[in-house]
């Protein structure tokens, strides 16, 4: 008997721990939400997997949102709730490790059908007298493709990109969003006006840098943890008609490096004398001059890069590009001669391609479609993305490229110089300590399942790369950050955010203080059963106690008693403990 009541309590306190007993899915139902909630098994494995397909949660349920004010219903009744659940926006799912995703709430949707997302945010460009005010306002699970379409329609178009478009607004802006232009315009994060922004507490609010600046700031990089964007306000730029493509190869690092910061050095100069977007990659193999990111060179004009690589090694390939129309039909040949001749390529390596701007932008998707027809799209993907700063990049080549990677690899390595102060140091974003740093992005697809793949390709093999690329940067003391962060440890998040932990563990407290919001971060842990946090720093909150100790203490003396109140209160007293202990560790490792 007494083994049985041990049983049952022991359970009970696994489905309150596991799946939040005081919350299912059914109960969201009252909240009036005019959006779907789903339970349905597609959408539910939707929402347990992303691109990267290495790490799989199940939501408690799926919501597929009509309304900003839907998302405010939802997560104001996560913050509200007794024992609370976290609230994670998923964009397009195109994260590596997880990030859009947890097993303790609901997984908010905000990508859906073009047909809905139009009813839910029209598109509407503003054109205005002044150029710089001609903006689009957008809802913040849009992919990007979709508002590059709307505003083709009015001739204008965003002006700062990522290589792949079929990624939402909201999850770009969380992370940073950058592309061959970020050297001249900045990362996308420096290229919006306003935001709509659901917190952590449920409170709609417009955020610009002259309104609720300390929000707008945290969010531009935020890691989707201070709230959720329901709109963007994107500055426009009349669209370019056509792009001139060119790439020239390098068998020397120094002096492909030396162009590539010549080049981006020139963003302050007119239009006509500098390029508009810069970029460049590592061809480690023969396989990779023509790689997924892009069809550049035809099947039927293969290039031989033995007949440049004399020797065998490393080469780099510079990839640039410069937009024109009508008006500077005539001028474009000039502008880019005289650019080019400043270079030291590798003489007759140049290789030139022409295009409408959409197809340009639109380039990686191409790919896609193929490496979907053949199986390769939906494979693990163990991404790499760093920034390094520009006085070490020749020790990254050394160790890594003619190093580390052997001369196999297993995707693109794409490899480009920006300059930091085209970046807000005010958002949340993190990057090297000098003016110039480098992207270097190992955008790896481990074959393991597709018969006849070497080793090299495994997703084990791929992975224990990364991590040796990443201690060989360690113990040469090489000072990068990870671009898209990974990491499972508080230390290392304190690490990565560096001198501005304190301002993210203050702004985190700020907006978001039951931590509900993009748990699959892994930087805060969720604050499930009490208020701590808030209670701590609210003096409002009664008797400066979290609230659902006070309810389960309360519970326990309204006899008669069920046993599930006496866990209850056992639970919310053990998860207070642990809160305490939890920010006093906290506040040490800041002090
Ligand atoms: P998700 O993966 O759905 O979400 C990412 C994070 O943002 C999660 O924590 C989520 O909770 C949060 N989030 C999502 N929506 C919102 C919202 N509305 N409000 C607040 N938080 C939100 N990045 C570049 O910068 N440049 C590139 O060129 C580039 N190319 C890529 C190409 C491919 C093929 C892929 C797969 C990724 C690429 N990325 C690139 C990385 C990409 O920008 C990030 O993975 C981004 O997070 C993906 O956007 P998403 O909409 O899929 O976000």
Known sequence: MATNKLLLTFAICRLIVTVGLTLRPTELLRLGLDGQLSLDPT??????????????????????????????????????????????????????????????????EMSGSVKKLAQLSPLVPMEQEEQEQRYVDVWGGELWIDVLRATLEYGLAPKSWTDYL????????????????????????????????????????????????????????????????????????????????IRALYSNFTAFTKDQEFLISLHGHPNSQKFDYIEGFVIVDDGLINNWRSSFFSPRNPVKITSFNANGGVLYCLEVTKNYDESSANSIDQEI?????????????????????????????????????KGLWDVPHPWLNLFVPKSRISDFDNGVFKGILGNKTSGPILIYPMNKDKWDHR???????????????FLRSALDTVIGRDESQSLEYLTNQNRQILRFCDDAGIKLKQYLPHYTTQEEWMDHFGDKWA?????????????????????????FTTKVASCAR??????????????????????????????????????FLEEKMYLKHLGTAQG
């Open 538 to 575: 609210d003096p409002d909150r009664p008797f400066g106690l979290p609230l659902d100790l006070v309810c389960g203490i309360f519970h326990t003396q309204l006899v008669p008693v069920p046993l599930i109140w006496y866990v209850q209160a056992l639970l919310a007293l053990i998860n």
């Open 503 to 527: 301002q993210f563990y203050q702004r985190k407290m700020e907006f978001d203080p039951r931590r509900i919001l993009a748990t699959g971060q892994r930087i805060f842990k969720p604050s």
């Open 43 to 108: 959408d539910m494995e939707t929402a347990s997997l992303d691109f990267g397909m290495m790490s799989r949660a199940e939501p408690l349920a799926v919501f597929h949102p009509a309304s900003a004010e839907d998302v405010v219903r939802l997560v104001g009744a996560a913050y509200g709730s007794v024992n609370g659940f976290t609230v994670s926006a998923k964009g397009h799912g195109h994260s590596i490790n997880g990030q859009a995703q947890t097993s303790h709430g609901v997984v908010i």
């Open 166 to 245: 079929y990624l939402s607004v909201g999850g770009t802006l969380s992370n940073a969003g950058i592309s061959g232009q970020a050297f001249n315009h900045g990362p996308q994060i420096s290229n919006v006006y306003e935001l709509d922004v659901v917190t952590g507490k449920g409170d709609l609010l417009t955020c610009s840098e002259e309104q609720n600046s300390e929000l707008f700031h945290a969010v531009l990089g935020g890691l989707g943890q201070f709230g959720i964007i329901t709109r963007a306000r994107i500055p426009l730029e009349p669209a370019p008609q056509r792009v001139r493509w």
């Open 427 to 441: 958002s949340s974003v993190v990057t090297p300590d000098e003016q110039v740093f480098y992207l270097v992005a």
């Open 337 to 373: 001669e005289a650019l080019l001749e400043k270079l030291d390529f590798i003489p007759t390596s140049v290789f030139t391609t022409d295009l409408p701007y959409v197809d340009f932008l639109d380039r990686v998707h191409k790919n896609e479609l193929k490496l979907r027809s």
